[in-house]
């Protein structure tokens, strides 16, 4: 591997983000804008009705949040003038061609100056429903791949897709591309446009006798989770993002466009940087650990052996809440301050809390079907990729006259999560953060 910087890489580069008020793309924004103030231009797409509402919801939603506070005081009074220099708001969506951009100038202007894209546009509930699951998860990937052919000096196209487009799966699972059709249950062939045709079918049938919006919706997200289970993915979410990566692998199958797939698993709270413990609203573990705090969880559905993919385990995660909030942690299968992990996906104890609200149980009921694939997974991702990009940054510092700059760099970029201690991170630095920035 020839010597190589990241920081010189990101100078003079212009970056489009798509769904910049998304959770992952701040951070990227932030962590750009601070690490190499000499990057070009970040064009940021955000779903607005026309330039000024794309600028106001950047600045609200992005600029303006408590996540950009170490840059603002690393700027000053030069902050906002730095950021009008560098940022600009795109008003657009990754479910129409071109993002729906109209300003056919803005366009040819973006062909001539993007170097690299980052995928972030996605909506990430379980139980979405069908119709917009696949027009962003989907065919919002399809877009971006389409628009980035056409810019001519592109070097990167990175999309952040999931580790869970895996499904169910359990041992060992590995790194590797889905192929255009490709289903996780034997026998079936998927074939994307045959999706779109049904979908739009189904919500012709719906309109045609005039079903209310909420039973459409009701309807919608039983569809998707339909669909899902038929080709081996257990939700429209997980099922949507997989076609989504086949979206992207098939359009890019005959171009020479460098592409990378992120999947991610679960995603949490800053761990230093900018500072630790921010976070946007409730991800996927908070619920239990603040539903426990308030000492209304009574019973969490869960196999307490699962090994989350945070590098622990669920009494580890759980032990941590315990301790933040004073209690004494007592591991797994013991009651912990009236909390229970147990081992089946129905239990008497969990009927007895619930027996009394029926709605309730049927609302539980479905968010237990819905994490079940989580709760209960049995699979372990192979992270050799990722291993051998460490190893190549390492290698790459050795016997090399920047060596102590390829140093700074691996800490600015450090992605090892065996440098992390988990417990600590858990009680002293996100529980924290979810109750100072979520919770209030």
């Excluded at 020479?256 to 698993?265: A, D, E, H, K, Q």
């Excluded at 709605?359 to 968010?367: A, G, P």
Aim: aromatic share 12%; proline share 3%.
């Amino acid at each position: 591997m020839e010597p190589f910087s990241v920081l010189q890489f990101l100078k003079d580069k212009t970056i489009l983000v798509t769904d910049a008020t998304g959770f992952l793309a701040k951070i990227f924004v932030e962590k750009i804008l601070r690490i190499q103030p000499n990057v070009k231009k970040l064009y940021l797409l955000v779903r607005a009705s026309d330039a000024n509402s794309a600028t106001q919801r950047i600045l609200n939603e992005v600029i303006k949040t408590d996540l950009f506070r170490t840059l603002r005081d690393i700027w000053g009074d030069n902050f906002d003038s730095f950021i009008l220099e560098k940022v600009m708001a795109i008003p657009g969506d990754v479910s129409y061609q071109n993002f729906g951009i109209k300003d056919s100038n803005l366009i040819e202007e973006m062909w001539r100056e993007i170097d690299l894209i980052v995928n972030c546009a996605a909506t990430t509930n379980f139980d979405e429903r069908y119709d917009v699951a696949l027009e962003t998860n989907t065919m919002g990937v399809f877009h971006v791949s389409s628009f980035a052919k056409n810019c001519v000096k592109i070097q990167m196209l990175l999309h952040v897709s999931t580790a869970y487009v895996c499904g169910e799966r359990s041992g060992l699972i590995q790194e590797k591309s889905f192929f255009y059709g490709e289903t996780l249950k034997w026998g079936n062939i998927l074939d994307i446009t045959t999706e779109q045709d049904l979908v739009e079918q189904k919500l012709s049938q719906l309109r045609t006798i005039n079903t209310a919006e909420k039973a459409v919706t009701s309807i919608m997200k039983d569809y998707g989770i339909e669909r899902a289970k038929l080709y081996g993915w257990p939700n429209a979410y997980v099922f949507t993002k997989a076609m989504g990566e086949m979206a992207l692998c098939n359009s890019n199958s005959t171009n020479n466009l460098p592409t990378v797939i992120i999947r991610p698993t679960m995603v949490t709270s800053t761990y230093k940087e900018p500072f630790p413990g921010w976070v946007e609203g409730l991800r996927t573990i908070d619920g239990p650990i603040i539903g426990y705090g308030k000492g209304k969880l009574k019973c969490l559905l869960a196999n307490p052996r699962t090994t989350f993919d945070l590098g622990t385990w669920w009494g580890t995660v759980l032990d941590s809440s315990a301790k933040f909030h004073g209690y004494i942690a007592i591991k797994y299968l013991l009651p912990l301050k009236g909390l229970k992990l147990v081992n089946s996906i129905f239990c008497r104890r969990f009927e007895s809390i619930y027996r009394d609200y029926d709605r309730k149980i049927k609302f539980v009921i479905r968010l237990v079907k819905l994490y079940k694939p989580y709760m209960f997974f049995e699979g372990i991702f192979d992270d050799t990729n990722l291993e051998e990009l460490r190893s190549a940054i390492r290698e790459n510092g050795n016997g090399n006259s920047n060596a102590s700059n390829i140093s700074v760099e691996l800490d600015v970029f450090n992605f090892d999560p065996q440098s992390i201690d988990w417990e600590d991170y858990f009680t002293n630095i996100h529980i924290p953060g979810v109750l100072r920035y979520v919770v209030k």
